[in-house]
């Protein structure tokens, strides 16, 4: 797993981690500082803490809708595979305590944003209506060809306008898929004055840090592009600045 982390700047709230879990195999999973959402990506495992049992299931990214387990700090999981399995654990950092939460595929709603070129599906796993002390996260499928995450958008200073907030500092990272595996996407970081500015080939199983700046996504003909994201804020509210030059083609799109 590649990570890209611009400047080598490491995140202060998000941390990610993937777990792999071999047919039959028991872990044991405990944070002392992280509040944690754990998104199957693929194979068949059940998880356990000390008040009840669930089921995961996913043959793929690609074919099947995800589902997810979101526990508070200081909380215990217990996970066995029925088939190898993979995990992925978006973290981030907290002290509050809310009830362990499971969100099915049935409870995940699908919607296409954009248009033409930079069409995409995106899949809200945790937001707004699971309670957390900070982390979102969701998922965004982008077709052969097609941009994301696009037009282009900010989230990492505070911008208040006629008491409207037009942008809340938020942390992001991205975990990505590609299928078929060969393939490869980009990505490009920047801010307006030019200071910060880095693009990056994205490859199959790659994460990519975003402190701040622009961040759009792009996908080569003939393959499809995944991406698992999370936020978090210090504040537990997302809202996010289309950059100016783009705001044009808005419409429908983040």
Known sequence: MNIHKPNGHSLALLDFEIVYVEK???KDW???EYE???VIIEGSCSISSEEERWDLQRRSVFVDTASAIFISPKHTLSITAKE???LAVCKAR???KFKTTYIPKENIVSEIRGEKGF???VFNIVNTETQTQRIAVG???NEPGEWSSFPPHKHDVFIKENEKIIEVPLEEAYYFRIEPKTGFGFQRLYTKDGLFDEAYVIQDGDVTHIPRGYHPVANIPGHKLYYLWML???ERKYIWNTDPDFKWIEKNSI
């Open 84 to 86: 190898k399995t993979i």
């Open 24 to 26: 039959g195999e028991k």
């Open 36 to 38: 944690s959402v754990f």
């Open 232 to 234: 978090a804020g210090e």
């Open 119 to 121: 069409k995409r599906k």
């Open 30 to 32: 405990y944070s002392d």
């Open 139 to 141: 998922e965004t499928i």
């Open 94 to 96: 907290a002290d509050k």
